[in-house]
């Protein structure tokens, strides 16, 4: 699908969520697709099971170890230079000097490797958004970015795009998405941060220098899209709009990476905080859908 075929939604609003004790439930179309505007009938949605995690997942959260929190960009191997061993050879001293120092410069400016790799179809997944925070909207506005390979992935280039048509180019070498692992994506850091999202998990900022009535705005009507493109490849698609999603203070959450991001029914409302006074929700972490 190129981008520009796609259009905002133009139907108007069907129906309600409904908030149950035992179960989260809210109210879906049945179809979901990334061409605006599609005609969709509603229904209730159960609460999804999240199932087993997949194998190797990192966290990013609170109480991720310094090791995972690190992770984010890949290291610098350290240059170890073979020490000189002095040795008379009954040449010129100062050629000897000259030699050691040009060995020195080649040691330390050894370049860094890549940071991650190009993406492709099916290497991310957005498993979180928080399109209705208790915090300053839309600076508090975040989502979350998974990647479903073995390999770290860049972000690099991609454009996140929303409900209006609105888009962002992201243009940063350090937002790179380590293997298995969890990452956030803030339309302002340092609100993400003031709504208590883990500092370590935020790995680009979106909103930044722009005016709150532009850019990307995760809007809580019918309106409501946000996805991500590779050039004009679509590479995931969150149709929430027409799902009567928004609850303030509650995420929306993939059950699993794996499941499919523009149906409803892979989808549930978050209800559990992930610090003392947060908002509910997993930034940085698995999905914790249940029955």
């Known amino acids: 699908m190129s ?7 133009s139907s108007t609003r069907l129906g309600s969520a409904v908030l149950v004790l035992a179960s989260v439930a809210f109210v879906a ?10 005609d969709s009938s509603v229904a ?3 609460p999804v099971d999240a199932g087993v995690a997949p194998i190797g997942v990192v966290s990013c959260d609170a109480d991720a170890s310094p090791a995972g929190a690190t992770a984010l960009t890949a290291p610098v191997p350290s240059a170890s230079p073979e020490a000189a061993t002095p040795t008379d050879d009954g040449g010129d001293d100062v050629d000897d000097v000259e030699d050691d120092a040009d060995g020195a410069d080649d040691a330390t400016s050894t370049a860094p490797p890549a940071a991650g790799s190009p993406v492709g179809l099916g290497d991310l997944a957005i498993t979180e958004v928080m399109l209705a925070p208790s915090g300053a909207e839309p600076g508090s506005e975040w989502f979350e970015v998974y990647n479903t390979t073995a390999t770290p992935k860049s972000l690099d280039g991609l454009t996140i795009e929303d409900g209006y048509l609105d888009s962002h180019l992201i243009a940063s070498t350090s937002a790179v998405v380590p293997p298995f692992s969890y990452v956030v994506l803030a339309r302002n850091r340092a609100a993400a941060i003031q709504t208590l999202v883990p500092p370590a998990c935020i790995v680009y900022e979106y909103g930044a220098g722009v005016a709150d009535n532009e850019g990307i705005e995760l809007d809580t009507g019918d309106a409501g899209d946000l996805s991500l493109w590779s050039s004009d490849t679509l590479l995931v698609d969150v149709p929430y709009g027409m799902w ?5 203070g509650q995420s929306i959450e993939l059950a699993s990476p794996q499941s499919a991001a523009d149906d409803p029914n892979s989808w549930c409302l978050a209800e559990t905080s992930w610090a003392a006074g947060s908002d509910d929700g997993t930034p940085g972490a698995p999905s914790d859908c249940g029955p």
Do not use: D, L, Q
Not at 244 to 248: K, P
């Open 3 to 9: 981008r520009s075929s796609r259009w905002p939604a």
């Open 29 to 38: 179309s049945t179809t979901a697709s990334c061409a605006r505007g599609a």
């Open 44 to 46: 209730p949605i159960p």
């Open 244 to 248: 009567n999603a928004a609850f303030v």
